[in-house]
C-alpha cells in the first residue's frame, strides 16, 4: 500500500541552525501539509501545498519556515534559525484529488525535532 | 478561535465492551470530519470519515454526526487492548476559501483485558 515517507526520523540540532526536513508524498497526490505536534499537544496544521505554492498558514508558520517542492517527488519544510520551541515531531501528510477539498490526508510517520 | 473539544480522559472500558468517544466543534459551516487513531510516538491513522448526519459503519467502528448539535462521536463495539490509543478528532474548517483541518486534544482510550 502507498504511504508518505519522512526522513530523517529524528533530527537533533543547535538552536540558531537551519533545518530541512523531507517528505515524499504518495506518488499520485496533489495537496501536501506540514503538521506538527508538540509532545503532549495535539496536532496543528502549518501550512497546505498545492500546484508549487502555498494554498494556505497558519499564524505559527512565520517567516522562519518555508516549503518547497525541488522536483517531482519530494516535499520539503526548512527553519531557518531554529528555536527551543520549535521542538516537536512534524508530520507530512498528502491526499489526492478525489473528493476535492474534502477528502482524508494520509500521514507520514514523523520527524522529531530536537532543538538544543 | 474555531476550536474541536475532545475530553482528554483516560476513558478505560473493558474487553469486549463499546467504546464511546466524543467531539464537539463550534464552526457550524464544518463539512467534514475524521477520527484518527494515534498510539503514543506514532502518526495519526486515519480510522473514519463522516461528511453527512447520521451514522457510518466500518467494522467495528461507527461514526455518529449530529450537524445541529455540532456533534460527532466514535464508537468501537467488541474493544481490544489492541484499540488502546489516543484518538483525535479531526474537522475541516473553512478558512480563506480553502478547508484547514483542526484537531482535537484527543481522548485517550484504555481497554483492559
Known amino acids: 500500500e502507498p504511504e508518505v515517507t519522512q526522513t530523517p526520523s529524528h533530527q537533533v540540532t543547535q538552536m540558531g541552525q537551519e533545518v530541512i526536513l523531507r517528505c515524499v508524498p504518495i506518488s499520485n497526490h496533489l495537496y501536501f501539509y506540514w503538521y506538527r505536534q508538540i509532545l503532549g499537544q495535539k496536532v496543528e496544521f502549518l501550512v497546505s501545498?498545492?500546484?508549487?505554492?502555498?494554498?494556505?498558514k497558519s499564524e505559527i508558520f512565520d517567516d522562519q519556515f518555508s516549503v518547497e517542492r525541488p522536483d517531482g517527488s519530494n516535499f520539503t519544510l526548512k527553519i531557518r534559525s531554529t528555536k527551543l520551541e520549535d521542538s516537536a515531531m512534524y508530520f507530512c501528510?498528502?491526499?489526492?484529488?478525489?473528493?476535492?477539498?474534502?477528502?482524508?490526508?494520509?500521514f507520514g510517520p514523523g520527524t522529531r525535532l530536537t532543538v538544543t | 478561535q474555531k476550536e474541536v473539544e475532545q475530553n482528554s480522559g483516560p476513558l478505560s472500558v473493558p474487553e469486549g465492551a463499546i467504546a464511546s468517544l466524543n467531539c464537539t466543534y463550534s464552526?457550524?459551516?464544518?463539512?467534514?470530519f475524521f477520527w484518527y487513531r494515534q498510539y503514543s510516538g506514532k502518526s495519526p491513522e486515519l480510522i473514519m470519515s463522516i461528511y453527512s448526519n447520521g451514522d457510518q459503519e466500518d467494522g467495528r467502528f461507527t461514526a455518529q454526526l449530529n450537524k445541529a448539535s455540532q456533534y460527532v462521536s466514535l464508537l468501537i463495539r467488541d474493544s481490544q487492548p489492541s484499540d488502546s490509543a489516543t484518538y483525535l478528532c479531526?474537522?475541516?474548517?473553512?478558512?480563506?476559501?480553502?478547508?484547514?483541518?483542526?484537531f482535537g486534544r484527543g481522548t485517550s482510550l484504555i481497554v483492559h483485558p
Open positions: 501528510a498528502s491526499r489526492d484529488n478525489t473528493g476535492g477539498a474534502l477528502s482524508e490526508q494520509y
Open positions: 479531526a474537522v475541516k474548517i473553512a478558512s480563506g476559501g480553502s478547508y484547514i483541518p483542526t
Open positions: 464552526d457550524r459551516g464544518s463539512q467534514s
Open positions: 501545498f498545492y500546484n508549487n505554492e502555498i494554498s494556505e
